[in-house]
């Protein structure tokens, strides 16, 4: 996860919206996205957003991939789309709506990568 996040790590807010699972997740947190490209220079990264031309699910996704997205109401910053737009990715959507949920979105992309490379 990339700062600045739009909730908050304490336990109490995790035991709620992380339920029994959270403590089995393998997560950290870092202050930029270049922070995040400097660690993983390697890492093949997608980008999910509504402007996409390709879906989710035509993606070839391995282990070690990065699925990056960005707000719900702003998505990801132009600056970020532009590094290399044969990497984008979106749900389908009908045009009039502005965004889907964050939280299904990302459900829904992980689990996609996760079902291509055979699971965890």
């Known amino acids: 996860m990339i700062r600045p996040l739009g909730f908050r790590l304490e336990d109490r807010y995790l035991k709620r919206a992380g ?3 959270w403590q089995h997740l393998d997560w950290e947190v870092v202050d930029s996205w270049q922070d995040l490209r400097l660690r993983l ?3 093949n990264v997608w980008y999910l957003t509504k402007t996409a031309n390709r879906l989710a699910w035509d993606a070839d996704f391995a282990k070690g991939d990065i699925l990056l997205f960005g707000s719900e109401s702003r998505g990801l910053p132009p600056a970020i789309l532009e590094e290399n737009p044969a990497s984008r990715l979106k749900l ?3 045009k009039e709506v502005r965004s889907l949920n964050l939280a299904s979105t990302v459900n829904t992309v992980a689990y996609e990568a996760i079902r291509q490379f055979g699971g965890l």
């Open 19 to 21: 339920m029994d699972y």
């Open 41 to 43: 220079p390697d890492a």
């Open 92 to 94: 389908p959507m009908h």
